[in-house]
């Protein structure tokens, strides 16, 4: 059993920033790949980053340049640090563990 949490969201203002933080708790290996997903109203959910045991991070082609996903697995963490944020990043982002554990999600909101 795995609890997931996200924390940091928020609003921001268009080229502004924001860092997610995802805590995890339970059963985990430093085997686990870690994602980031958001959803924005009327639209269907979306992976956004990923990483794996080794550090190796893939992302969005809309993210790519703005958005940086690192894990800490002494602290059970992965981390969404996003940059230069634009209005169309505005969603619940969510934290996933494996594709198997998901998280609440949170809300970013990129607004002037």
């Known amino acids: 059993q795995v609890h997931i949490e996200e924390s940091g969201g928020g609003l921001a203002q268009p080229g502004g920033s924001l860092r997610l933080s995802c805590t995890a708790s339970?059963?985990?290996?430093?085997?686990?790949?870690w994602y980031w997903y958001r959803q924005a109203p009327g639209n269907q959910r979306e992976w956004v980053a990923v990483?794996?045991?080794?550090?190796?991070?893939n992302y969005r082609d809309s993210v790519v340049g703005r958005f940086t996903i690192s894990r800490d697995d002494a602290k059970n963490t992965v981390d969404l640090q996003m940059n230069n944020l634009k209005p169309e990043d505005t969603a619940v982002y969510s934290c996933?563990?494996?594709?198997?554990?998901w998280g609440l999600g949170i809300q970013v909101t990129v607004s002037s």
């Open positions: 990483i794996n045991r080794a550090g190796n991070t």
């Open positions: 339970g059963t985990l290996s430093n085997e686990d790949v």
């Open positions: 996933n563990l494996n594709q198997a554990w």
